[in-house]
């Protein structure tokens, strides 16, 4: 429950900047990201923050909820040695994401835009409430994460995930 806490936030600073920029952009591949920087600096930074975080990097929310999810598999590893394979196969799969995650920050910052798509974003107000709600959360949990930990032992607790 930690992990998806910290995923809802990255993943919907995803959808939030993809749909302002469907607006403004032709195509749905990630070429629409290029010279975002350029274009939209804050919604390069937010989404940039949200890419890292579900990497994994530390300090940030996907960085604890993958570390509790890998420990929680490793702990049951000694009743059974197939938790063992378990982690590690997580593990490759988080070496995998890097590559993709990172992906995305370089086309953000290093692609060149198309020359038509040079021109200031604008980013309605809704969206920028949602983005800086997120990307306000995904610091705090990964700074503070006892706050949510706490959270979801107790939801733990009700749903008898024990």
């Known amino acids: 429950m930690f992990y998806l806490g910290g995923y809802v936030l990255a993943v919907l600073v995803a959808f939030t900047v993809l749909s302002v920029l469907a607006g403004h952009a032709e195509g749905e591949d990630i070429q629409v990201l290029a010279g975002l920087h350029k274009r939209s600096p804050m919604m390069a930074a937010i989404l940039t ?28 590893g000694p009743l059974d040695s197939g938790y063992y394979w378990l982690a590690g196969i997580a593990l490759a799969g988080v070496v995998v994401s890097l590559y993709y995650y990172f992906n995305v920050v370089r086309a953000i910052y290093w692609s060149q835009p198309k020359p038509e798509a ?11 409430i949602s983005l ?3 990307a306000a959360g995904i610091l ?23």
Not at 118 to 123: A, H, K
Not at 140 to 162: C, D, H, M, Y
């Open 140 to 162: 705090f949990i990964g700074v503070l994460p006892n706050s949510l930990l706490q959270w979801t032992e107790v939801a733990g607790r009700v749903l008898a995930f024990k």
């Open 49 to 76: 923050l949200a890419m890292v975080s579900l990497a994994g990097i530390p300090p940030l929310a996907g960085f604890f909820g993958k570390f509790l999810l890998l420990k929680a598999v490793i702990v049951k």
């Open 132 to 134: 800086y709600a997120c």
């Open 118 to 128: 040079t021109t200031p974003i604008p980013v309605p107000l809704a969206a920028r």
